[in-house]
């Protein structure tokens, strides 16, 4: 089991810069590979990123790559995500997830999941 919670959301101008964190509760957070989505009113949550257990491996979606960052802090047990050059159509609520074995972009292939947070950019 681990517990996610999420930080660092906001309003911020187009092309502004926000970065969210994500501080897991439990001995076992090196072992988990971790990842962020995001849910649009009335749209699905969609894979943003993700990020394997010691930082070797990382996955953007298309829509974010080379704008987001993902990055981990084991000794921390906490998650990254730096979001630059944001765009009003980066506004969603951002979950941080976690997850054993592999990368996968599916949100149902993911067992547990933090409370989200706002992030809203407007042009």
């Known amino acids: 089991q681990v517990q996610l919670v999420e930080s660092g959301g906001g309003l911020v101008q187009a092309g502004g810069s926000l970065r969210l964190s994500c501080a897991a509760s439990?001995?076992?957070?090196?072992?988990?590979?971790m990842g962020w989505f995001r849910q649009a009113p009335g749209k699905e949550r969609e894979f943003v990123s993700a990020?394997?257990?010691?930082?070797?491996?990382?996955n953007y979606a298309d829509s974010v790559k080379d704008r987001f960052t993902i990055s981990r802090d084991d000794a921390k047990n906490t998650v990254y995500l730096q979001l630059n050059s944001l765009q009003p159509e980066d506004t969603a609520v951002y979950y941080c997830?976690?997850?054993?074995?592999?990368?996968?972009?599916?949100?149902?292939?993911?067992?547990?999941w933090g409370q989200g947070t706002q992030v809203t950019v407007s042009s």
């Open positions: 439990g001995r076992t957070f090196t072992s988990y590979i």
């Open positions: 990020i394997s257990w010691g930082g070797g491996r990382t």
């Open positions: 997830a976690a997850r054993r074995l592999t990368i996968v972009q599916d949100p149902a292939g993911w067992p547990f």
